[in-house]
């Protein structure tokens, strides 16, 4: 069977809404099939295995159907039917009715979950609503998470906004008034001018209890000494903290932060076999929050960003200073960024193999207690050493804060202006004027709060936080009546703000909506300028990969710390998708082609990144945490396929897998996935005896003509790629001796060679408008908050053909998805 004839089949059916007739089904190539090797077994009245096939009909798309039609498939592909002593079809035969039957299924599937060509009404997912949040209370929710409790929301292609997924339950109501309250308090804390203050520490620097006694014994707790870096397992010395200031900072606000320290020890006698650090690096020294609340401030909390990190002199006692933010209740800690790996397990690394550096008197010690004490004393482990910290803050104090200005509209509360604020506040969280009906009820709020004896400032807060428990708020704008395909100006405004920055529409956008000029093409085009040339763009290019890409997965399946330790002590995994967010903001800055994802060869990496990939000599060492623009040598990388956050989250994160590799760029590069394997097939063929690689296991496993229908599409574009570890570092063999060679050549369906990765992104590059239109599709869904269904396909086109002249410029291209009437259709 040609595929232009399997194309027209699935395509009739998928146009069918009539029931087939008994002569409609015998013209049917799979009804045949099931006609010649099924039925009889499978019959009305003698069902065998309690399974009918001759009532089957293809035209239905219920869920009975796709589970009857999935079975089918899932035998015929494992060879399990029809039984060995009934007549067998032959291959041909066999892989045809696979193909077309799934063909009917995915047009099942289709059909059943599709939208219509509209976007259903949705809530906020997590990601919105803490944006939202933030934005309209003016809070900065760098350590504040005020959804950390909610339920994940469902992903869909791994999409977090698509609409039909989106369920609200109990318990995420119960959160959402949780939520309201943490946040209305936190923006209206303050009652009055907060007074700048300053705290010293010096000489009582007591660390997590495993470190105590040493330190004791070494220096009498003089020095707060930091030795591994802060992702380790059982960390030891990964977060100084300050155990005399155990509330934190008594307000929200910025502090500035002096440490007088020094880094020691780069200068280490001890070998790579006894301390984990690249010592060719110098030291750098960061600072993370602690939340006091929690009482661990020695372990990894929740949220932990970095705020700040300087590079500390070798063995020059110097001051440095930060400026950072702090919340209320949150402390500094300071961790070594690079430290090393397992320090632990480095005190008895040293006795076994530096103890002659030791003292004869220490020499004898057993156990891990023994060991500690004698290297932390006498022993040259790399640290960085903190002699005194000072903090004052907050310092530069607005007042009244931002957040007051915006909900009361000074430092104190007026209620004789209570209605007018509650009016302003709900059209705000709402994205549109608030209706008179929904002022008068959120104001009974007010009103019966003040009459059960609260203050009118309690009162209001109260009001506000229903408000923020309000469909109207929660809920994306509903779509408006019947007459109108269109969205609203404001539903418009509300879809083009959460598309290009994750949150809600700026002053700018609310003013066009008010004034009815947003269905423009002209406005619309200069907002998507305006708005992708923002710093709140940032937020859709971060949210857009996690979802195109599967971002969000990364560190899911966490590398093995043995085999990847520069994955843990240089925190690669934020660098990695900070690499490809930069990739895709430059795209967009320069308005260059979207083709770049595949063929560009450079990238934007940090020291720790060009290390990953040979080229630290593009990376100056006095600017390591900074991103440099850099220009590969080495043609195996280059684009997305070459980038470590891609290798790694199509890795299992102990091995590397050419099928899982393959399967992902079919669905995120090709936009073609194949269906799911069956159910109770093998991940490999149990006759493997005799393969020596992983191309031979595929080979072996891919022999079954059913299995080669989607092998030979899966594991060539893997086979490119297992030409990097599972965290993207080169290599040329699986084993450390090089006996296992790795071959990266590989055969695409329709003929055309390669030979690794470079040649594979230009045979991706011959199927262009395939990546064009996956990248299209997945904006789209990113942007409409659905999936793009076949019935979208000619809009698609239609966008693509404004661009195509110029070779898909990125920034065009949004432009052109903005502007459509798919963008703006309810």
Known sequence: MTSTTLISLVLLLAMSCCEWSASAKAADPAFGFLENYCIECHTVDD????????TLDFAKTHLDAQIQLQEIID???LGSMPPEDADQPSDSERVSAIEHLTGVLESMRAETSSTGGQTVLRRLSRREYRNTVGDLLAIDMSMFDPTIEFPADNLSQHFDNIGDTLVTSGHLLEKYLDAADRCIEKALALSERPKTQTWSFRDDFVQQPELNRAHRLAFNYKHL??????????????YGHLHRFDDGVPVDGMYEVKVLAEALHRDTPYNKRTIFIDLDEPFRMGIRPGDTSLGDLVHTQPIQPKLAEAVIDDNELKWYTFRIPLDRGFAPRFTFENGQHDVRGAYARVFRNHVDTLPASVRGGKGIVAHRNAVIKHGQLPQIRIHEVQIRGPVDVQWPTQSQQRLVGGSSFDPEKASERVRQFASRAYRRPATADEVAGLM????SRVASGHTPFQAYKDTLKAALCSPAFLYLSPPPSAESSKLSQHGLAERLSYFLTSSMP????????????????????????RLLGSRDSDAFVADFLDSWLNLRALGSMPPDPK?????????????????????????????????????????????????????????????????????????????????ASVLTVSANGIETSPVIRGVWLLENVLGTPTPP??????SLDPDVRGAKSIRDQLDRHSESAACNVCHRKIDPLGFALEGFDPIGRVRQSYDARGKQKIDTSGVLPGGETFAGPAELRQRLLERKEFFVRTVTNRLLSHGLGRRIEPTDRAAVDAILDQVKADDYPMADLIAAIVVSDLFQQR
């Not at 009974?444 to 009103?447: E, F």
């Not at 700026?506 to 085009?525: F, I, K, M, S, V």
């Open 444 to 447: 009974t709020v007010y009103q």
């Open 563 to 643: 085999a990847s330790r520069e994955y843990y002590a240089a925190g690669l995994e934020p660098e990695m998708k900070q690499e490809t967010q930069r990739f895709l903001r430059d795209l967009i800055d320069r308005n260059a082609s979207v083709l770049l994802f595949l063929s560009g060869n450079y990238s934007f990496v940090n020291r720790d990144l060009a290390k990953l990939y040979g080229i630290e000599d593009q990376v100056p060492v006095d600017a390591a945490a900074d991103f440099h623009r850099v220009v590969f040598r080495d043609h195996r990388r280059g684009g997305l396929l070459g980038q």
């Open 75 to 77: 035998q015929l592909t």
């Open 506 to 529: 700026d002053g700018r956008l609310r003013q066009l909506a008010d004034e009815g000029q947003l269905h423009n093409p002209a406005t619309l085009r200069e907002e998507t300028k």
């Open 677 to 682: 394997p069956p159910d109770d097939v093998p």
């Open 47 to 54: 069902p065998g295995g309690q399974r009918e096939f001759e």
């Open 225 to 238: 000494v930091l030795y591994d870096h802060p992702l380790n397992d059982k960390p030891e010395g990964a």
